[in-house]
């Protein structure tokens, strides 16, 4: 603003109606008797009609605004970006906690020891009567807490599938993969493909316990009944090899998804968490040298575990 | 970034914005400086042009006028500058009515941000005597509107109480004390 003190309609308005105070009407006539341009509106809003001149100045305020409002687009456009970029940073903060929280869950052995003393309620209360979930799950029983491999959940899904958000690891004894390690599980009991596919849109709790520790719905035993024993096997004997080696590399772990191919090989390893990347390098080159499973025409993707 | 814009450009000063707008003759720094004295240019068109429906139309002249006149660099003091601006409009549209022949304001008077510097004069001690002097020598009726002005803060509707003269003539008065008071201080001075 002007170093000069700006007097302006309704200060002018009040001079004229007296509705100042008399040091008020000083200061006033003060100014006006060193600026003109103040003097000189004052003597054109004396000699006018009130009510034409507020009309006219809020036309003219309204003829003027909107090269002024100009700015105020803008502003209005940039704290619509903000809102959208302060949501965006909020969703994605609060998806880095969840996957860190869930993390370090999987990684915390403690939790995994509380969740193994509850082996089936934990696959009741996941599998309610309303999950949305289309997808075919595979869930893994838990075994005592001496393990030197944990799984997690196992899901056999199709590509196009909605992949459940959370992971709740499940430790196991060697040797007690999915299927064949099941208690009271029979190989023969597995649910057949035909029965996996009228399961596939089915939500029921009944269906998911039904699903859960038969890892037939990865639908990659058929051929190989024993192949995840097999690959459990392994992946032990790969990894007591490598403990072996490097006594470093003990108390590390290591979380990995891969899919099954047509063929039944082992693909597409992905390395979800790491101690480090040494690690991460053992588990990946252990897993791409595994042994075939059965052929699968689904896709599925299987998570494990692996702790050293 | 536009919202801080927007909020330090309300706070800049006149010459903030004549700058602003010399430099990106951005059409909303202009109104967002024309809107502070669109009012008082209203209630000056009203006297000149002694219509106020001409008065709005000419308002709203001098703002057009204005995107090209302030690209200007000699302009200083934008209130002084709009004031000469809005005064020839209105009085270029007096002549071009009444064919009458009217003189431009000088540029040099257009930089100035002041028009009597009184206040500058009373405010120095060295020229406190010679104001003293100068007072003595005014007519009664000018010394005493003058004093009581300035001296003792009064306002035209006291002073017009006090000396019995109306508003029109206490300021009329004032005027010319302060006008004779200040050639003879320039006088004495020189």
């Keep these: 603003m ?23 009407m000083h200061a006033f006539e003060k100014t006006m008797m060193n600026d003109p341009f103040l003097a000189d ?13 507020k009309k006219h100045l809020a036309e003219i305020f309204t003829w003027i605004k909107p090269a002024r409002n100009e700015t105020s687009i803008l502003n209005k456009i940039s704290a619509r970006w903000l809102k959208i970029a302060a949501i965006l940073v909020f969703v994605i903060g609060a998806t880095i906690a969840t996957y860190t929280i869930s993390n370090q869950e999987i990684e915390n052995p403690q939790i995994a020891e509380i969740k193994n003393t509850q082996p089936s309620s934990a696959v009741d209360s996941i599998a309610s009567a309303d999950e949305p979930y289309t997808e075919k799950k595979a869930y893994v029983q838990s075994a005592p807490a001496n393990n030197t491999m944990a799984f997690s959940r196992v899901y056999a899904q199709k590509a196009t599938d909605k992949i459940a958000p959370e992971v709740v690891p499940f430790a196991m004894k060697p040797g007690n993969l999915p ?7 029979n190989v023969d009991k597995r649910l057949k493909s035909e029965e996996l596919s009228s399961l596939k849109s089915t939500t029921s709790a009944k269906a998911l316990k039904n699903i859960s520790g038969d890892v037939d719905s990865l639908n990659v035993d058929e051929q190989n009944k024993d192949g995840w024993a097999k690959l459990q096997a392994y992946i032990d004997k790969e990894v007591n090899k490598a ?9 590390m772990n290591v979380q990995v998804e891969f899919s099954i191919g047509k063929n039944g090989q082992v693909d597409d390893i992905k390395i979800l968490n790491a101690s480090n990347t040494e690690v991460a390098k053992i588990a990946t080159g252990i897993l791409s040298k595994s042994p075939r499973l059965a052929p699968t025409s689904t896709n599925a993707r299987a998570k494990i575990f692996i702790s050293f | 970034m536009a ?24 059409q909303q720094v202009l109104a967002e400086l024309y809107l502070r004295y669109s009012d008082v240019v209203y209630g000056v068109c009203v006297k000149y042009l002694k219509d106020q429906e001409s008065a709005k139309d000419a308002v709203i002249n001098i703002y057009q006028e204005l995107v090209e006149k302030l690209k200007n660099p000699q302009v200083v003091v934008f209130r002084s500058w709009l004031y000469v601006v809005a005064k020839n409009h209105c009085l270029m549209q007096l002549r071009k009515n009444k064919q009458a022949k009217i003189v431009e304001l000088e540029p040099s008077f257009m930089q100035s941000e002041d028009f009597w510097h009184l206040e500058d004069v009373l405010n120095k001690e060295e020229k406190l005597n010679q104001l003293e002097i100068c007072m003595k020598q005014l007519q009664l009726d000018q010394m005493e509107t003058v004093s009581l002005f300035y001296l003792q803060n009064k306002c035209y509707a006291q002073i017009s109480t006090i000396t ?26 020189v």
């Design chain 1, 2 to 24: 002007s170093s000069k003190r700006l007097y302006n309609y309704p200060q002018i308005h009040r001079y004229l109606q007296k509705q100042m105070s008399p040091p008020e």
């Design chain 1, 179 to 185: 299927v064949d390690t099941m208690p009271g599980e």
């Design chain 2, 164 to 189: 019995g003269h109306d508003w029109n003539k206490v300021r009329s008065l004032i005027q010319n004390g302060k006008r004779n008071l200040k050639i003879c201080i320039e006088k004495n001075v």
């Design chain 2, 3 to 26: 919202i801080l814009k927007s909020i330090s450009r309300s706070q800049l000063t006149d010459a903030e914005l004549v700058q602003v707008y010399q430099t990106r003759q951005q």
């Design chain 1, 41 to 53: 509106a004052l003597e054109g809003y004396n000699n006018s009609n009130d009510a034409l001149n």
């Design chain 1, 243 to 251: 403990k072996e080696k490097n006594k470093a590399l003990k108390g």
